[in-house]
């Protein structure tokens, strides 16, 4: 291909459309599709997550890397590829390698930030954010997606942080990042399958338009970072507290028993924690994406009809 025709990215017919009208769009990441929701369920969850999108009149951008190309806003091949595909993890590192070998990767929250942010999407929801895990002081593993939304400039919808990890270390990294978290109508932050971990956060917003009138202040200010809006599960949602925290122990231990390490940690965790609940812990967070992909889309409209 000569360089003049080469696209370091693609944003598909949809998306370009919406974003030039000015018409309200949502980033979907594809790693909770590939590696965070178990076949078959993850496929229907995918397109389940574009019409909750689509009947809000709301355009939909699943991000993924097809064949080493980027994609904002997947059609249905693609869609489908990356729940039957056994891709990678992809997060930012990963991107130029893929380019390089041309090879499909599932994007992580940070990959899927970051390149909505280069696309001009502005509002992105996911199930859970990656953070800092227990033991960090050891390991050192933090998640990318912390530090990627610190230099994306895309609005997160996501019911907090797993519960696997360290919530109030992830916090205070947040913090030093300088990454603001805004709770919806609410400032205890949730803890994913959990409507509240405990932790308490300066910030709540009551509306939509509430957040994109922070996006736009932040946008004024010209800090173009990311920010988080921690939208918990209603509480008759929620996971059994007592049977989350069995589980999660579980998990924990059967995690360290076995080795696991890396960006392996977090797939296996959430698979494990399917497994040893019987499947309730899928059903949850499913209900979780959908809770935020609905507010995602609400966001998204504030933000593209603002004064
Ligand atoms: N939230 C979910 N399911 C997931 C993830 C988040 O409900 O599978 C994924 C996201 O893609 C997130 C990643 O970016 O887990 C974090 O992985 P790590 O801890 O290795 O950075
Ligand atoms: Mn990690």
Redesign the pocket.
């Known amino acids: 291909m000569p360089p003049s025709s080469h696209q370091p990215f693609v944003i598909s017919e949809a998306v370009t459309e919406a974003l030039a009208a000015g018409r309200p769009v949502v980033a979907l990441?594809?790693?909770?599709?590939?590696?965070?929701?178990p076949r078959p369920r993850n496929l229907a969850a995918a397109q389940e997550f574009e019409e909750i999108l689509l009947s809000a009149g709301v355009t939909p951008a699943t991000i993924a890397v097809l064949d080493g190309v980027p994609r904002i806003g997947l059609d249905a091949d693609g869609v489908s590829r990356i729940a039957n595909e056994d891709m990678v993890?992809a997060?930012v590192r990963d991107l130029p390698i893929l380019a390089a070998k041309k090879i499909s990767g599932?994007?992580?929250?940070?990959?899927?930030a970051y390149l909505a942010g280069k696309a001009g999407v502005r509002v992105f929801a996911?199930?859970?954010?990656?953070?800092v895990?227990r033991g960090a002081s050891t390991t050192f593993?933090?998640?990318?997606?912390l530090s990627s939304l610190a230099l994306a400039g895309v609005t997160v919808v996501?019911?907090g942080v797993?519960s696997v990890?360290d919530i109030a270390g992830t916090l205070e990294r947040l913090e030093t990042l300088s990454v603001p978290v805004l709770g919806y109508r609410t400032t205890n932050f949730p803890s994913?399958w959990l409507t509240e971990s405990g932790e308490q956060i300066d910030w709540s917003a009551d509306s939509p338009a509430e957040i994109a009138a922070v996006m736009q202040a932040q946008d004024e200010l010209g800090h173009g970072q990311g920010i988080i809006v921690a939208n918990p599960l209603p509480i008759e949602l929620q996971w059994l507290p007592e049977e989350h925290d069995r589980v999660l122990l579980e998990a924990l231990s059967a995690a360290d028993t076995q080795g696991i390490r890396?960006?392996?940690?977090?797939?296996f965790l959430?698979s494990y924690i399917v497994g040893a609940s019987g499947g309730r812990s899928l059903e949850v967070?499913l209900d979780?994406?959908r809770n935020n992909v609905r507010l995602a889309g609400e966001i998204a409209t504030a933000w593209s009809t603002r004064e």
């Open positions: 990441e594809s790693t909770i599709i590939s590696h965070g929701l993890k997060s599932a994007t992580t929250v940070a990959a899927t996911t199930g859970g954010l990656g953070g895990h593993d933090e998640s990318a997606d996501a019911a797993k990890l994913f890396g960006k392996a940690v977090t797939p959430l967070n979780i994406a």
